[in-house]
C-alpha cells in the first residue's frame, strides 16, 4: 500500500505548520461531532482503503475487465484454426424401394420355378468417426493474429484506466479533506466572530465603543455563520460524491484518516514512458491491419486433412456388418463469391485508415495535455508557495488587530476585516494545496507515470 507520509510531510509535524495542521484536525473532529452528531461508531477510511475499495468496485475497471474478457473469448476461440476437430455420427436407418421389393428369382428345387420375392425394408445402423485437420488456412492465421492483438488493446487499456481511476481516487478523497478543513476553519471563524461580538458588546456596555462596532460585530459573526453552513454542505457532496465513486452507501459518518500530502515541486524534464492509452491505440492500429490482411487472405485456397472411419451393422434383410474408412486431403478454394470479398477489403482498408487518423488526434491532445499538466504544476506549487506567506501574514495581522482593539488602539473594522482576511487565506492555502497536488498528479499520468509517484516524492 502507498505511504502517503512524505519525509518533508513528516519533518512539517515539528515545526509550525505542523501544529497548525494538528490543531485544525482537532478542530475538524471536534466540528464533526457537534455539527453532524457523529458517535464512536463512525466509519473510519484511510488513501489506502479508498484505492482499494475504487481497485473492486469502480464501474469503469469492471467494464474494463468485461471488455477484456470478452477479448480474450475471441482469441480463445480462434486457436480452432490450428486445432483438428473431431466428431461422431451414428445414424438408425430403415428404407425401403421398388428396386428391392417384387424381384423375381428361381427357385432351388426340383424342377426350378420362377418366384417373386421382396427385400425390403433394410435396416441397420450406420456410425462414423471423423477428424478434420487444417493444413493451411491464411485468413484463419490472420484472425488469429488480430485476436490476439485485441487482447492486448484491451489489456493496456484496462491498465490505463486503472491509473486514470487512482487519479480520480486521490481527487474525490483529497477534496473530502479540503471540505473539513473548510468546515473546521468556517468552527474557528464562528469562534473568532464570536469573541469580537462580545468584546464589542461589552465595551459598548462600559461606554467605550458606539453601538455600530455591535452591529458590525454582529454582521460578521452571522456571516461566519452562513459561510459555517455552506462549507457542511460542500462537505457533505464532497463525501457522496466519493461514496458513490466506491461504491459505498452515502453516509454523513464518513471520517478521513489519512491527512493533505504536501505538493512536490514541478520538475523541468519528464523521462520519455510510453502512455498506456497511447499504447492501447498503437495496438489498434496493428489489429486494424491484421483484419485487413485477413480480408485479403481471403482469396487464397483452404487445406484440410480429413481421415474417416465408419461401420454398418444390418439385421434385414440379412444379419451383416461391415466397415470402410477413408483418408482425403481436401481442396476449399472459393473462386467467386460475388463482391463479399471486395466489400471486405474496402471495408477493413476504410477502418485501418480511420484508426491511425484516431491515434495521431490521440498524439496531438496527449502532447495538449502533457503541456497543460505540466503549466499547471507549476502555477499550483507557486500559488502554493505563496499561500504559505499570505498565512502567516494573515495570522500576524489578525493577531495584532485583535491586542490593539483589546488595548483600545484600533477599531472593530480593522479587527473584523482582519479576522475575515484570515479567514479566506485559511481556506485559499489548503485549496492551492490540493490543485498544485491534484495537478503534479495529472502531469505524472500525463506523461505516462503512475500518479501516485506524485504522493511518495518519488522524482520522475
Known sequence: MLDTATPERKSLKSDKGGGIRRFFAACTATALVLLTGLDARAMELSFEDALDLA?????????????????????????????????????????????????????LTLPPRLVSRDFGPVEGTFTALQVVQPLVNVDGWKVRKQAGLGVETRRLAREWGAEMVRLETARRYFAVAVGEYAVSAGVMAVEAARQAHES??????????????????????????????????????????????????????LILTSDLPRPQPPTEVFPAAPRKDLLAMETRVEAAAAGLERAGARWLPRVNFLARRQWFDSSKPIDTDSDSWVVAVNLQWTLFAGMDRQGDIAEERARTSLSRIELSQARREATR????????????????????????????????????????LGNMTDLLAAQAILHQTRLEHVRHQYRALVASMSAYLSHGRDPLLALSGERP
Not at 70 to 88: D, I, K, N, W
Not at 202 to 211: C, K, P, W
Open 55 to 107: 481497485h473492486r468496485h469502480a464501474v469503469e475497471l469492471q467494464s474494463l475487465a468485461a471488455e477484456e474478457a470478452v477479448a480474450e473469448a475471441g482469441h480463445t476461440r480462434s486457436a480452432q484454426v490450428f486445432l483438428p476437430r473431431l466428431t461422431a455420427d451414428a445414424t438408425w436407418l430403415r428404407a425401403d424401394s421398388s428396386f428391392i421389393n417384387d424381384i423375381t428369382l428361381p427357385t
Open 200 to 253: 464589542a458588546r461589552r465595551a459598548y456596555e462600559e461606554g467605550f465603543v458606539a453601538r455600530l462596532d455591535v452591529l458590525r460585530a454582529n454582521t460578521e459573526y452571522e456571516t461566519s455563520r452562513a459561510r459555517l453552513m455552506e462549507a457542511r454542505g460542500d462537505l457533505h457532496e464532497a463525501r457522496t460524491d466519493l461514496a458513490t465513486f466506491l461504491g459505498l452507501p452515502s453516509r454523513e459518518d
Open 369 to 408: 495535455e502533457q503541456e497543460i499538466a505540466s503549466s499547471a504544476w507549476h502555477v499550483g506549487w507557486s500559488a502554493w508557495q505563496a499561500s504559505n506567506l499570505a498565512l502567516e501574514s494573515a495570522s500576524t495581522a489578525a493577531n495584532l488587530a485583535r491586542r490593539q482593539y483589546e488595548e483600545g
